[in-house]
């Protein structure tokens, strides 16, 4: 991965995952376009829809999605949207985890249950290849190894281009580079909460992209982070927290991919608006 690659700044500058799929670093999280609970159908498909196409029309090529989000839910949506996708536009999707009901995520990363979920993924994304596979967590009764063994089994069969993992501490990232080429972490990361610091860290020193979960902080990883210094930058620069959240992460590292999500256009808009905060030293500085 090219780190140092930036030429969209309207959208963070571009970053280049696996040495050979380059986006733009402000991404999408399409976690929000299902219903309450990330559980079952928004209340309106039509207005997620048309958030969707909105996204990519905006700039916007990078839409991390998971099966676990509806369940199903999510990914049928990007697809009733995208499909046939426009050239550049990259998918992302993440298998690993179980819907039991709303809120309400069980593991389950055997690998034969990963290989069903890869069909389904494809299935419904109309896809003959996922870009960006990541194993949404590693389960406690399986070895990683065999979790990433069948993913590089589906690498090896041409269905999916790159492996990623969620939620690792780095001696998990060590120990899963021994079975598989990772090209990117996704962990929980945002002003408030840097317990993946050291992630972000390996990440930087192996050149692979780190994608920030709740990158807003707030609560539940959504609305506006609740941080003094933040409230005070936002006044000065007339935008809003959540822009000052983001602007953060886009400048803590070339390496990260923020991946904020919504239902709502105009949030999706105030979203994007980031990306042209310039944050000074002083800025920074203040928010350590």
């Avoid at 999605?65 to 049928?76: F, I």
């Avoid at 389960?139 to 990433?148: A, G, N, R, T």
């Avoid at 709740?214 to 822009?243: N, S, V, Y």
């Avoid at 990306?275 to 002083?282: G, K, Q, R, T």
Wanted: hydrophobic share 40%; proline share 6%; charged share 25%.
């Amino acid at each position: 991965m090219n780190s140092n690659s930036v030429t969209s700044p309207k959208l963070g500058g571009d970053i280049t995952i696996g040495g050979d799929l380059t986006v733009h670093r402000l991404g999408f999280g399409a976690m929000q376009i299902t219903g309450d609970g990330i559980w079952g159908p928004p209340k309106d498909r039509a207005a997620a829809v048309k958030l969707i196409r909105h996204v990519v029309e905006s700039g916007v090529n990078f839409i991390d999605t998971a099966d676990s989000y509806g369940p199903d839910v999510s990914e049928e949506i990007i697809a009733e949207a995208l499909a046939p996708y426009r050239d550049g536009v990259v998918i992302a999707t993440k298998a690993g985890l179980t819907r039991t009901g709303p809120n309400q995520w069980p593991i389950d990363a055997r690998p034969e249950r990963l290989r069903a979920c890869l069909e389904g993924s494809l299935k419904r994304l109309k896809l003959e290849r996922i870009d960006l596979y990541q194993l949404h967590r590693i389960d406690p009764k399986v070895p990683v190894e065999e979790s990433l063994g069948v993913l590089t089994e589906l690498q090896r069969e041409g269905k999916i281009r790159h492996i990623g993992v969620s939620q690792t501490s780095v001696e998990e990232y060590e120990r899963c580079k021994k079975s598989a080429k990772i090209v990117s972490v996704q962990n929980l990361f945002n002003v408030q909460d840097r317990s993946a610091e050291d992630v972000l860290q390996a990440c930087e020193r192996d050149g692979i992209a780190f994608l920030p979960w709740f990158p807003l902080g707030g609560k539940g990883g959504k609305g506006a982070p609740k941080h003094a210094e933040i409230a005070r930058i936002a006044e000065r620069k007339h935008a809003t927290p959540t822009q000052i959240a983001l602007a953060w992460l886009l400048a803590r590292s070339p390496n990260i991919v923020p991946i904020p999500g919504t239902s709502s256009i105009a949030h999706f808009d105030e979203n994007v608006a980031s990306a042209s905060i310039e944050l000074s030293p002083e800025d920074l500085a203040a928010l350590g």
